[in-house]
């Protein structure tokens, strides 16, 4: 039994030893040990700074590559329509453009209008205006699901 307590401690100072864990005192009492710790602390403090300080030129550099891709822009939607201005005050062939007909008082198309609804309908009556249909307004029931889906919460 004293052999195996014997071996057991010599054991673990081998694999103290093996490790460089030896006493904490000792250790903590080195030199070495701290200037050791000071570098590595300082290394590491270096790096996250170096590492942010490119980040910071990087976001810079972007910054300064997008104002420049802004101003060229600008420049060439300034130059377009300095142009356009330029051709729009140079006479210019009339061009021929779609006209918006009154459609109420044509006579012709009300009559042609009111036979088609009469004969769909089986009944005589009297159409008092005729408008044009404007594409772009909704229906009521378009117009309530839209409110009702893009309602805040």
Do not use: C
């Amino acid at each position: 039994m004293n052999n195996a307590l014997v071996l057991l401690s010599e054991g673990a100072s081998v694999i103290d030893r093996l490790q460089g864990l030896g006493d904490a005192k000792k250790q903590l009492a080195d030199p070495d040990y701290w200037s050791s710790v000071g570098i590595i602390a300082l290394t590491g403090i270096l790096v996250v700074f170096l590492i942010l300080a490119i980040l910071i030129f990087m976001f810079w550099l972007l910054g300064a590559i997008f104002k420049a891709v802004d101003r060229s822009k600008n420049a060439k939607a300034e130059e377009n329509a300095r142009q356009n201005a330029e051709a729009v005050a140079k006479p210019a062939v009339e061009s021929v453009s779609a006209v918006e007909e009154d459609y109420s008082n044509d006579e012709e198309l009300v009559a042609v209008i009111s036979a088609a609804i009469a004969a769909y309908t089986e009944q005589s009556f009297t159409v008092k205006s005729i408008r044009k249909h404007n594409p772009r307004t909704r229906s009521a029931w378009s117009t309530a699901g839209i409110s009702e889906n893009t309602r805040p919460f």
